[in-house]
C-alpha cells in the first residue's frame, strides 16, 4: 500500500505561480511512476504530468508544457508540480497518483494509489 497526501493548493492570480507537493508513506516510492491530474467541475479527469521513478523521464500535457514542471525527491518520498504563468483554465482538484508500472503513464486506470486532492483556483 501507498499512503499520499497533497499539499501547496490554494488561489492564486492570473499569470501566478504555484507548487504543489505530494508525500508518500508506505511501499518504497522511489519504485513508482508519478503523476498529477486533474478534474474540473463537469469535466473528466485528465493527465498534467508524470515522472518515471528515476526522475528521468516525464510526459506533460499539451496545455501546460512549458508552464508547468514535474519533480521528485525520492529521498523525501515527494513529487512536485510547479505552476506557473497560471490561468483560470488550470482551476481544478489536482490529485497525486502512483503507478507501479516504470515509466509514466497517462492513462488513469495505470494509477493504483490515489491521494485526496488539492484545489487549485485560479482567479481572472
Known amino acids: 500500500q501507498v499512503q499520499l497526501v497533497e499539499s501547496g493548493g490554494g488561489l492564486v492570480q492570473t499569470g501566478g505561480s504555484l507548487r504543489i507537493s505530494c508525500e508518500a508513506s508506505?511501499?518504497?516510492?522511489?519504485?513508482?511512476?508519478m503523476g498529477w491530474f486533474r478534474q474540473a467541475p463537469g469535466k473528466e479527469r485528465e493527465i498534467v504530468a508524470a515522472?518515471?521513478?528515476?526522475?528521468?523521464?516525464?510526459y506533460y500535457l499539451d496545455s501546460v508544457k512549458g508552464r508547468f514542471t514535474i519533480s521528485r525527491d525520492n529521498a523525501k518520498n515527494t513529487v512536485y508540480l510547479q505552476m506557473s504563468s497560471l490561468k483560470p483554465e488550470d482551476t481544478a482538484v489536482y490529485y497525486c497518483?502512483?503507478?507501479?508500472?516504470?515509466?509514466?503513464?497517462?492513462?488513469?486506470?495505470?494509477?493504483?494509489?490515489w491521494g485526496q486532492g488539492t484545489q487549485v483556483t485560479v482567479s481572472s
Open positions: 515522472i518515471a521513478w528515476s526522475g528521468v523521464i516525464t
Open positions: 497518483a502512483a503507478s507501479g508500472l516504470i515509466t509514466p503513464k497517462t492513462s488513469a486506470a495505470d494509477y493504483a494509489y
Open positions: 508506505g511501499r518504497t516510492f522511489s519504485h513508482y511512476a
